[in-house]
């Protein structure tokens, strides 16, 4: 499906975090399982992606991580130390064991191996041995296809309890980080340890996965590192409820025509029809998370789709999926009066009218006149809509 001679692009946490929060989307699932490069074919398709980190990011990230890790990771061990475990034994003449192996199944297999041999020995010695793992593998099934992962870190405390790192290059000033950022590597974070937690239910005991993981931080505008627990039950249990929703991919794959191939040196022409031969599942989200965002979107708002106006609105909105029906059920010619949705689209569109009268005959303005607002200058059908939206509460239907 990639194409021949097109190298693929494996998955990753940040990957997985925004698949499981679209699972609905069999176009993501299909792209990301066969290993498509999105990048490149939003870019064929003509809406290129301004999605990801520019290479200055990149840069300043990775001489952060690197600070962070110097001298044989004593700072981070420290950080571990000081916010999740400060009653174990200080972070001492750690052990940082040699990772390396050829191909990510070597990787893997030897990260697994040397967690168990960690776990072991620090409860073999009594005494307490910290290990930290620098960018350890870790494989994770993702709808009956493998994604292979990589956390910065992941750090064995002395109990044989593991927890996983996450060094961010965004600052936390005066102690705190922007919320949006800290809940997207909480996202990715819950990945990792859900990979973990596999990991872990092979072992006899099973090692303990703490639910708290850390993130490092440069601190206020310095470059010297800070650090927060940070709870991802929560988005451990989203991110594993979302996953087994997952459709596998082999299920997508049947229902495509054969010889469906989404490599970007295709024509313009043929590669959209096999683009378009996946169901999407658009939202507003998604331009935060996807480099297919524009394309989809552009077909989304063709298509009149409620689902450009956000989740919310589109749950709310029952069975009327598209801008037209909503706006032909405020007007009245069709939609079942009993819907709870199109009762409130007309009641809204009925207000609205007699605001609008009431304004334009220069009369007192009744309760509802507020109703009008700036929105008043809105002409067409399109300004039912728009009065339904405010009338119901910024478009959340009652």
């Known amino acids: 499906m990639r ?8 998955l990753d946490a940040r990957a997985l975090a925004a698949l499981a929060a679209n699972p609905g989307c069999d176009r993501r699932a299909i792209l990301d399982g066969a290993g498509v490069d999105k990048a490149a074919l939003a870019g064929a398709l003509g809406a290129p992606s301004g999605f990801g980190q520019s290479q200055f990011a990149l840069t300043r990230g990775n001489a952060f991580e690197a600070k962070v890790k110097a001298d044989g990771g004593a700072e981070l061990l420290r950080l571990v130390h000081e916010h999740l475990d400060p009653k174990a034994v200080p972070p001492a003449d750690a052990h940082l064991p040699d990772l390396g192996a050829p191909g990510p199944e070597g990787r893997t297999a030897r990260t697994e191996l040397t967690l168990r041999e960690a776990t072991y020995a620090a409860a073999a010695t009594g005494t307490g041995r910290w290990s930290l793992l620098d960018h350890p593998m870790l494989a994770l099934d993702v709808a009956g296809s493998a994604a292979f992962l990589e956390p ?23 102690g ?72 596998r991919i082999e299920d997508i794959a049947d229902d495509l025509p054969d010889g469906t191939c ?39 708002r063709a298509g009149g789709a409620v689902t450009s106006l956000g989740r919310t609105v589109r749950a709310e909105l029952g069975g009327l999926t598209t801008v037209e029906d909503v706006l032909a059920a405020a007007r009245g010619e069709q939609g079942d009066p009993a ?36 929105d008043a200058a809105l002409a067409g059908p399109d300004a039912a809509l728009a009065g339904a939206a405010r009338e119901t509460g910024g478009g959340t239907l009652r």
């Not at 910065?152 to 109990?159: F, L, S």
């Not at 313009?268 to 169901?279: I, Y």
Request: glycine content about 6%; aromatic content about 4%.
């Open 262 to 300: 989404f490599s970007p040196r295709l024509p313009a022409g043929e590669l959209t029809a096999a683009v378009e031969s996946v169901p999407a599942s658009y939202a507003p989200e998604c331009l935060a998370a996807c480099e297919l965002a524009f394309h989809c979107r552009d077909r989304s």
């Open 176 to 247: 705190s980080a922007d919320p949006a950022k800290v809940g997207a590597a909480a996202r990715q974070a819950a990945v990792y340890v859900l990979a973990l937690e596999q990991v872990a239910a092979r072992l006899d005991p099973a090692p303990e996965v703490r639910s708290r993981v850390l993130l490092v931080c440069p601190k206020d505008f310095s470059n010297l590192p800070t650090a927060s627990a940070v709870d991802v039950r929560k988005q451990r249990a989203v991110t594993a409820r979302q996953l087994t929703r997952l459709t």
């Open 152 to 174: 910065d870190a992941v750090v064995v405390h002395p109990d044989g309890s593991w927890t996983v790192v996450e060094i961010k290059s965004f600052p936390m000033l005066d």
């Open 3 to 10: 194409g021949p001679d097109v190298q693929a692009k494996a």
């Open 339 to 374: 819907d709870p949705a199109v009762a409130a689209l007309r009641r809204a569109a009925r207000l609205r009218a007699e605001a609008l009268a009431t304004a334009a005959g220069g009369g007192p303005a009744g309760p509802d006149a507020a109703l009008a607002g700036p």
